[in-house]
């Protein structure tokens, strides 16, 4: 079996464009996007989960299975 080629470069059969943000940019977008993780916390939170640390193991996971 052969694997699918990388997502990259599928995007790029698909005539897709890239941007790609300066350091700067991506703290910003982040800081930005900071209160959807806060509603979500609290959202889990309120049904009886532990929001922060489920927030803190999947940050992890992903960490630890990106490819990048």
Known sequence: MIPPP???K???ARSNQFTLLSQDELK??????QTVFD???KEV????F???ALLKSARELI???DPN
């Open 6 to 8: 990388p997502i990259e």
């Open 63 to 65: 960490e630890r299975f």
């Open 45 to 48: 939170s309120a049904k009886g």
């Open 39 to 41: 509603d979500w916390i």
């Open 50 to 52: 532990d929001g922060p």
């Open 10 to 12: 599928l995007a790029e």
């Open 28 to 33: 910003n977008r982040v800081r930005a996007s």
